[in-house]
Structure formats: structure tokens, C-alpha cells
């Protein structure tokens, strides 16, 4: 053996040698790939963020503009077009070498008043006017990029309509903005040569890009006015507002990494890109460097000792960070099972993945009678819709959410739980898992009366909810087939409460409804039920009716509460309804029917005039 091992050796190591070259050329390659994307990824991120300062750049620019002409607009409304506009905005502004010209046009087309020149006295066959006379819904018009506002001169049109006191026409304000003052502010920014930053509407034309030559000045003028983006490029732009992309520019051909960012309120989007050569300079020299070290390493057989070293160190490493991940699996799945609050792991749909052995304890339901639900199936019906409203707009915008719910045991108990939720994101923002982790709060939290009292009142107002409100119904409608006596529900919709809490905020709002709830409850009889349905709607069942047309005369009581105003905080408030009317057995003999013609005779009450009270039948009594 000794003998055939040493004539063996040389071939051996000849094999040995080829394959170690061969090793290494290929982590060679694996580096080199790894450091590409590396490369690539930072500059996706610096371009990225340069993405977002040039938006919130653009997006105050066009704040300024659209304040100024807003001044304008207001001012010709108010006091007529002067023959000078710096008696409007100041000769600073007016004279401001930002603009080619600022102008106003009255309804007809014809300039009253400008600076600058480039503008012909009359415009009304000017895209611009014609699309700010047809349009109604007001705002910023941005234009793409037109020639003729001077020598040489290319400009931008933002345009604002000027809207009569009678709301008719009135003409529009103007101002033309080189497409420079968007990208200039940049110039001094290291994106290298041929580094670009492109202003670009959603329609897919270039208002303003910058490029950084060799050996020339920026240019800022290549591309105005072009399509930038193909269809497929638009669709992208539409289904991911944010997002970074690469390839050859359509107006110079290029190969870049680009950023991109939609704006919020305006209809463009910023492009900012470096070209790959600028990106990959760097890898370049480290790609010659590699290259002449395994050349080297190639021809020195020594190399092949250390190259199995430092393998056989990799694996050894990459064995105990394996057995140290394992270990953290085995740790977490242990944690896992043994909490003692309820643990449940959804998918990005909502289904439910896994269970620990405290969410079966708490709930009573076993692991195999969950798995593949949506954790809806838990809900008692006791909990505010708005807490789950609370719940997922909470997710959505940190990620997670604290906070009490009330859900149903597998045997029907209703018991209130401390819940908290948490999103799991992968690198692209998606969600990929949701966990929930919850304890019974019976002991510590609730009382008996507590829990009474959340399932069946409503926490603001402390009226009866939904859920009282039907079994009220029921027990109505019972007592109306024994007696023979009518029964009404009254839909009481409050009447333009969301202005209120835009106006007053969302605490003065929930004191209104109190007061509202204070004053409808002093107009009503004890044996009639007065609930609160979730926002700005009530509903009052009345009993045994007591003469002919009563529910219309309670009806208007209950109008009546809003002819004086709330004070709330101080602050003067006032209030209307919109009321409708149902009758038993006329308009419905069950809850439910009863319920939707209520619903229908109150939007015919709101389609009235609101304010106002309307029965879906005849009179009561």
C-alpha cells in the first residue's frame, strides 16, 4: 500500500492542485458576483435616498409656486387684475429670476398682467387655458416643458384656475419656471459622470433632467419633453410608486441604476440614476486585483495547502454556526410551547399556521380544529368595530398593535383577553406572517359587571350596542304579538358629524356624541331603548305604542334636541338629524326587516333636505 500511495502521489497531487484551482477561481467568481451586488445595492439605497430628498425638494417648490399663484387668484377675484402684479406679491416676488413670466388671464384668453416675456397677449388656444377652463376639480396644472419663453429658453407652465365668487370661470394664474430650478440644486451632488436626475409626469414626459458630463457643464436640457417611459415602465411606476430599476436610458441609450419615487400630490415622479460604469468603478480595480492573485496562487503549489485550510476552517465554522442555529430553533420552539400566554402564528392571508399549548388551554380549542382558519372565527361580536379598525391601521403603519378585545371559548363563554399583534415584513416590505399573543384577563382585568357591561353597552356613550339592541327588539316585537300593540324603531343618523371632528378634532367629537346621547335620552320613555350603533348612529325602539302617530311625535322630539347648540370645550357647536321611521307590523315583523326599513326611511330623510324625519309607511299608533 505504502508503494502505490507514493507512485500515486504525483498524479494525486497534480488532481489535487487542478481541483484546487478550480476551487478558487470559483470563489473567485462567487466573490466577485457577491461584491457586485453589494455594489449595486448601495448605490440602490444612495440613489434611493437621493430619490426622496429630490422629492421633498420638488414638493416644496411646487408648494411655493402654488401659493403664489393662489395669491394671485385670490387677489383677481377680490379686487380685479391690476395692470402691474407686483401690487399683489411685492416686486421681490414679481421680479423673482426664478420665473420667465408670471401672468393673469382673464376668462377670455387675453393676458391683463405679467412679468417677464415669452407669453402672447392671447392664450385662450393655449393647452394650458383650455384644460384649466374645462377642468372643475381646481388645483396645480403642470405642463410639460414648452419652447418660446425666450432665447433659447425652455419652460415649465403651472397653472392655477381663477374661480369667480359665482363659481363660474374666471381665467387663469400663470407662472413658466425654467425646468433647471428643479434639478440645479443637485448638480453638486457626486452621482458621477452621466449621472442624471429627471423630473417625469406620469404620463411618461421628461419636465426637467440633469446629466453630469465629462469635461462639459451639466447638461439640463437633454430629454424635455420626451416620452421617458415606456407602457411597461408606466405600469410599473402605477403598481409600485416607489422602487428602484436598471437598464439603458430610452433618451441616451446609458445603461444606469435608477430610483424612483411617485409624489403624494402631484401627478410626477423623480428619477435619480447613476451609470453602472460610475457604480461598478470600484469592483474594476478589485476585479484586476482577484484576477492576479489567482493567477499566482495558480502557479505556487503552496497555495494549495492554505486554500484546504482555509476550507476546512469555513466548514468547521459554518457546522457550528449551523449547530448554533439549530440550538436557537430548539430554544424558541421550546419558549414557544411552554408560555403560558396563548401564542397563534398567521400567514400573510390571516390563516392560522400554528398554535401553542396556552392558546388551546385559554380557548379550548385543540391545534387541529384551528389550523388553516382565520382567527376571526374567534370573535365574540362584543368588541367596537373601531378597535379593529385601531388594530390594522396600527399594523399597517408601525407594525404593531396593544390592546383589549373580547372573544369566544370554544364552549360559548365570553371572555375579554389583552391582546397584542405583531407583522412580520420580508426585505420588500411585503407581510409574510402575523403573530398574536394574548392572556385571559377574566381574573385580573374584568368583573363580572365589567364584562357585562362591554358586551353589551357602548363604552362612550354608555348606551346599549348592537348586541342589546337586538335582544331589546326581539322582546318588543314578543310583546307587540302578545298585546297587539304597535312597535317603532326610529334610525337616528347625525348630519354632517364628520366636519366636526375635521374642525374640532376626534375628542370633541366623542363629547358630542355624549351630549347628543344626554339629550335624546331626556325626551324618550323609560320602556324605550335608545342605542348607539357605532359612529354617528342611533336607533330608538319604542314599545307599545300609545296613540295613533306617537312615533312621529317623538320623532320630532328627538329632531327638536338639535335646535339649540352644544357647547363643547367652550365652543359653540351645531347639530342635526336625519330621522327615520319604521312601524311593526306595517314596514316589517321581524328585528332585521324592521332594522333595514328604518335605514331606508332615514337616507329618504337625508335625500329631503336632512334635518328632517320620515316614515317608510302610514302613521302609528
Known amino acids: 500500500m505504502p508503494g502505490i500511495l507514493r507512485r500515486l502521489f504525483p498524479s494525486l497531487t497534480l488532481v489535487f492542485g487542478i481541483l484546487a484551482v478550480l476551487v478558487l477561481w470559483g470563489v473567485i467568481g462567487v466573490g466577485l458576483t457577491a461584491v457586485e451586488r453589494a455594489e449595486a445595492d448601495a448605490a440602490r439605497r444612495v440613489l434611493g435616498n437621493l430619490a426622496r430628498s429630490f422629492d421633498g425638494h420638488v414638493e416644496r417648490s411646487l408648494d411655493n409656486i402654488d401659493q403664489i399663484l393662489a395669491v394671485l387668484a385670490r387677489a383677481a377675484v377680490r379686487r380685479g387684475i391690476p395692470g402691474d402684479l407686483s401690487e399683489i406679491l411685492g416686486e421681490r416676488v414679481a421680479d423673482d429670476p426664478l420665473f420667465h413670466y408670471l401672468a393673469l388671464v382673464d376668462g377670455d384668453g387675453v393676458v391683463r398682467a405679467r412679468t417677464g416675456t415669452g407669453l402672447p397677449a392671447n392664450v385662450a388656444d393655449l393647452p394650458f387655458f383650455s384644460q384649466q377652463a374645462t377642468r372643475a376639480d381646481g388645483g396645480l396644472l403642470i405642463s410639460a416643458p414648452v419652447s418660446g419663453t425666450g432665447p433659447g429658453k425652455s419652460s415649465i407652465l403651472l397653472s392655477q384656475r381663477i374661480v369667480r365668487d359665482d363659481g363660474g370661470f374666471g381665467g387663469v394664474a400663470v407662472a413658466a419656471v425654467s425646468p433647471e430650478y428643479f434639478t440645479r440644486f443637485y448638480g453638486g451632488f457626486d452621482l458621477g459622470m452621466g449621472g442624471t436626475i429627471a423630473l417625469v409626469g406620469l404620463d411618461g414626459v421628461v419636465r426637467a433632467r440633469f446629466v453630469r458630463r465629462t469635461g462639459e457643464e451639466p447638461d439640463s436640457g437633454e430629454g424635455l419633453g420626451r416620452d421617458f417611459a415606456p407602457s411597461a415602465l408606466r405600469e410599473l411606476i402605477r403598481r409600485e410608486p416607489v422602487g428602484t430599476l436598471s437598464g439603458p436610458s430610452v433618451i441616451d441609450g446609458v445603461p444606469r441604476f435608477y430610483a424612483y419615487r411617485v409624489m403624494d400630490r402631484y401627478p410626477l415622479a423623480v428619477v435619480v440614476g447613476m451609470t453602472e460604469a460610475h457604480v461598478f468603478s470600484?469592483?474594476?480595480?478589485?476585479?484586476?486585483?482577484?484576477?492576479?492573485?489567482?493567477?499566482?496562487?495558480?502557479?505556487?503549489?503552496?497555495?494549495?495547502?492554505?486554500?484546504?485550510?482555509?476550507?476546512?476552517?469555513r466548514l468547521y465554522q459554518a457546522e457550528r454556526r449551523a449547530s448554533q442555529a439549530l440550538e436557537q430553533v430548539r430554544l424558541s420552539a421550546k419558549v414557544f410551547e411552554e408560555s403560558s400566554d396563548g401564542i397563534m402564528i398567521c400567514d400573510g392571508d390571516n390563516r392560522i399556521l400554528a398554535v401553542n399549548r396556552a392558546f388551546s388551554t385559554i380557548t379550548g380549542y385543540t391545534a387541529d380544529e384551528v389550523l388553516g382558519r382565520n382567527p376571526r372565527f374567534l370573535s365574540s361580536g362584543a368588541t367596537p368595530p373601531e378597535t379593529y379598525q385601531a388594530l390594522w391601521?396600527?399594523?399597517?403603519?408601525?407594525?404593531?398593535?396593544?390592546?383589549?378585545?373580547v372573544n369566544r371559548r370554544k364552549d360559548g363563554e365570553k371572555y375579554p383577553e389583552w391582546l397584542s399583534v405583531c407583522e412580520v415584513r420580508d426585505e420588500k416590505g411585503n407581510s409574510t406572517?402575523?403573530?398574536?399573543?394574548?392572556?385571559?384577563?377574566?381574573?385580573?382585568?374584568f368583573d363580572g359587571k365589567r364584562l357585562h357591561f362591554l358586551v353589551h353597552y357602548d363604552a362612550l356613550t354608555e348606551l346599549p350596542n348592537r348586541v342589546l339592541l337586538g335582544d331589546r327588539l326581539e322582546q318588543a316585537l314578543a310583546g307587540a304579538r302578545r298585546t297587539g300593540r304597535g312597535v317603532a324603531v326610529l334610525f337616528i343618523d347625525l348630519d354632517n358629524f364628520k366636519p366636526v371632528n375635521d374642525a374640532h378634532g376626534h375628542e370633541a367629537g366623542d363629547r358630542l356624541l355624549q351630549a347628543v346621547a344626554a339629550r335624546l335620552?331626556?325626551?324618550?320613555?323609560?320602556?324605550?331603548t335608545l342605542a348607539r350603533l357605532g359612529g354617528d348612529e342611533f336607533v330608538l325602539v319604542m314599545p307599545e305604542l300609545e296613540y295613533d302617530g306617537y312615533a312621529e311625535v317623538v320623532a320630532e322630539k328627538c329632531r327638536a334636541v338639535?335646535?339649540?347648540?352644544?357647547?363643547?370645550?367652550?365652543?359653540?357647536?351645531?347639530?342635526?338629524?336625519?330621522?327615520?321611521?319604521?312601524?311593526?307590523p306595517a314596514d316589517g315583523e321581524d328585528a332585521q326587516s324592521l332594522m333595514a326599513a328604518a335605514d331606508r326611511a332615514m337616507y329618504a330623510a337625508k335625500e329631503a333636505g336632512r334635518g328632517a324625519a320620515r316614515a317608510l309607511s302610514g302613521r302609528s299608533g
Open 393 to 405: 391601521a396600527s399594523l399597517k403603519e408601525t407594525g404593531a398593535w396593544h390592546g383589549e378585545v
Open 562 to 584: 338639535f335646535d339649540s347648540p352644544f357647547i363643547i370645550a367652550g365652543q359653540e357647536i351645531r347639530g342635526a338629524a336625519s330621522i327615520g321611521i319604521a312601524l311593526a
Open 433 to 445: 406572517h402575523f403573530i398574536g399573543i394574548f392572556s385571559d384577563a377574566t381574573a385580573h382585568k
Open 282 to 313: 470600484a469592483l474594476m480595480e478589485r476585479r484586476r486585483m482577484l484576477v492576479g492573485l489567482g493567477v499566482t496562487a495558480s502557479l505556487v503549489i503552496l497555495l494549495l495547502t492554505f486554500l484546504l485550510h482555509r476550507h476546512s476552517t
Open 521 to 528: 335620552r331626556s325626551v324618550i320613555r323609560e320602556t324605550d
